[in-house]
């Protein structure tokens, strides 16, 4: 088994779909991409073709003689397995077994869908999904103007059925199957909504997925807005001209908007912290729990903004904000540079990496996880912010953004 690496950060499920882990945040780790190279190196030992000297097999040798001398199909019943198909299936319930949703295996043609998710366009419906703690299929953020947005699906809604297909004890991966599709098809799905008293139901026509990155343009206050919407690999370089243009425009203060924000690749979020903080300063930690040294992402230090004491910024978060969204803000709250206004993130701090098993098949398995600069776990609740403001269905349909206008007012005023 070989093993590659690539580091995105991400979440979750991204149902265009995102395979599960990856936009999911993507916080994944695959590899020989020439769109993601991270700035740390793993060192993981893999003994893959060595069998554990510990462990009596016979029971599930047993298992397996048993039921093919004496399985017998019924109407119940799919088809009989090929011995290929039942050597996935045992590695598939070796990997639930360890109870994480973001540690899969992915049988080749999984496989082809998920790295397909990462690297382009495709047909879906435009959102990330991902199990909340209570293991329900949970709507990290639609991306801004996809078919998902459009039809009027949020973040926070519980995701209870697809189609005629309860998701109760369903995987966010399993999920993306059911939600992908044809563009130009529909799928209906079952919505719990907070402050809703019945479910919903919302019909989404699937379309060809265009994942934005990012939008920028000053307001009629004087204050500079960039919306940035992903962490892809332009997104840093994307960003620098956005940057660019708020010099140019005589603002000295920034909103950055990170609400929605699934995530991306990680080397995109170091590179743009880079751009607030100094050489060294750390951006975020990988914590392996001892199984090997932890390793430290830190800035680049171009730290443009050096010396200027009028420069102030805010930065817009909620519960759409993932992963490497997390990992940017928690680094520009911690590290002293912006105040974070709006809502809790989400919460995805665990890192995963993409194993290669050979044959087409990936095992993706979760290897450490995401420390912010103070030593706080992103896992652990996600990032509070220093201003809280809601934004409602009610101040939506009113054309109000209450957590844009408390960071207007903490930058105008300082309160």
Do not use: C
Not at 32 to 55: D, F, K, R
Not at 309 to 337: R, T, W, Y
């Amino acid at each position: 088994m070989s093993k590659a690496r690539v580091q995105v950060v991400g979440v979750i499920a991204l149902v265009v779909v995102f395979g599960a882990g990856v936009w999911i945040g993507l916080s994944e780790h695959q590899t020989n991409s020439a769109q993601a190279q991270s700035t740390s190196t793993l060192s993981i030992s893999i003994n893959s073709n060595t069998p554990p000297v510990n462990i009596d097999m016979s029971q599930f040798w047993q298992a397996w003689n048993l039921l093919n001398t004496n399985f017998v199909e019924t109407h119940a019943s799919s088809s009989i397995p090929s011995d290929q198909q039942k050597e996935y299936g045992a590695i598939a319930g070796l990997a639930a077994s360890y109870g994480d949703p973001y540690t899969v295996f992915f049988p080749p043609a999984d496989a082809q869908v998920f790295n397909q998710d990462v690297s382009g366009s495709f047909d879906g419906v435009g959102m990330e999904i991902d199990n909340n703690a209570q293991g329900q299929l949970i709507v990290v953020a639609p991306l801004k103007n996809s078919p998902a947005q459009a039809a009027g699906v949020e973040s926070g809604d519980i995701i209870l059925g697809i189609d005629a297909t309860s998701t109760a004890n369903m995987a966010a991966d399993e999920a993306v199957k059911l939600i992908r599709g044809p563009k130009g098809t529909t799928v209906k799905l079952t919505i719990e909504r907070a402050g809703q008293k019945n479910p919903i139901v919302i019909s989404v026509v699937r379309d060809t997925i265009a994942i934005p990155i990012i939008n920028a343009y000053k307001r009629p206050d004087g204050i500079f807005t960039i919306e940035l919407y992903s962490f892809s690999a332009d997104s840093a370089n994307l960003f620098r001209g956005a940057l660019r243009q708020f010099v140019l425009s005589g603002s000295d203060k920034l909103i950055l908007d990170l609400r929605g924000n699934p995530g991306g690749y990680l080397d995109a979020a170091v590179n743009i912290a880079s751009y607030f903080l100094p050489t060294g300063d750390t951006v975020v930690t990988e914590d392996f729990k001892g199984k090997q040294s932890n390793v430290v992402d830190q800035s680049y230090g171009y730290n443009v903004f050096a010396g200027d004491p009028n420069f102030k910024m805010a930065i817009l978060v909620d519960q759409g904000s993932a992963s490497a969204s997390e990992i940017l803000a928690g680094a520009l709250q911690q590290q002293g540079v912006a105040k974070l206004v709006g809502t809790r993130t989400f919460g995805k701090g665990s890192v995963q990496e993409l194993m290669d098993l050979g044959g087409g098949a990936e095992l993706k398995i979760t290897i450490a996880r995401w420390l912010t600069p103070n030593g706080t776990s992103i896992s652990d609740g996600g990032l509070r912010p220093d201003i809280a403001a809601q934004y409602t269905d009610a101040d939506k349909a009113a054309g109000r953004d209450p957590q844009t206008d408390a960071a207007v007012q903490w930058l105008t005023t300082g309160q």
